[in-house]
């Protein structure tokens, strides 16, 4: 369950534009530990123009430190403001590719792929750094991770 202030959140919303952060972390019922912040982007009704739509943020990891022992992901969220075709690769420190995540063609929208810290062949990845790797035709970045166990 996510706990806030309703007052306080409603008040921000009817009084401001722009972008409010929310973060979020705990435990869920099955055990599973999540953390994450997200942006969410403010706008009167009906106001949002181009500018706006280029100011959202393109690319999060969220949960990016965890156990893949204990059921743990990392979740990988990222925003098309047109169809693409999108390649999310992970990879160790020293550039050998572990899993291919995504690769294919998507529409657009906000989309969320999940990663559990095994590799292609489903085993479960050592302790280390990890590089999320997201490419399109409108993102080319990178995001470290971190496997703990």
Avoid at 27 to 39: A, E, F, Q, R, S
Wanted: hydrophobic share 30%; net charge neutral; aromatic share 6%.
């Amino acid at each position: 369950m996510v706990e806030f202030n309703r007052q306080e959140v409603q008040k921000y919303i009817t009084e401001n534009t722009g972008s409010l952060s929310i973060t979020v972390e705990g435990k869920l019922n099955d055990g599973m530990i999540i953390k994450g912040t997200d942006v969410i982007k403010v706008v009167q009704k009906d106001r949002e123009d181009e500018q706006d739509k280029k100011q959202l943020p393109k690319l999060g990891v969220f949960n990016n430190k965890i156990n893949p022992n204990k059921n743990e992901h990392a979740i990988i969220r990222y925003y098309l403001d047109k169809p693409s075709h999108v390649k999310i690769t992970i990879y160790n420190i020293i550039g050998e590719k572990i899993k291919t995540i995504v690769d294919r063609h998507q529409e657009t929208g906000t989309f969320e792929e999940i990663w559990q810290g095994v590799n292609e062949k489903g085993n479960v990845v050592s302790n280390g750094l990890y590089i999320v790797h997201i490419k399109t035709d409108q993102i080319d970045e990178t995001r470290k991770m971190l496997v703990i166990k």
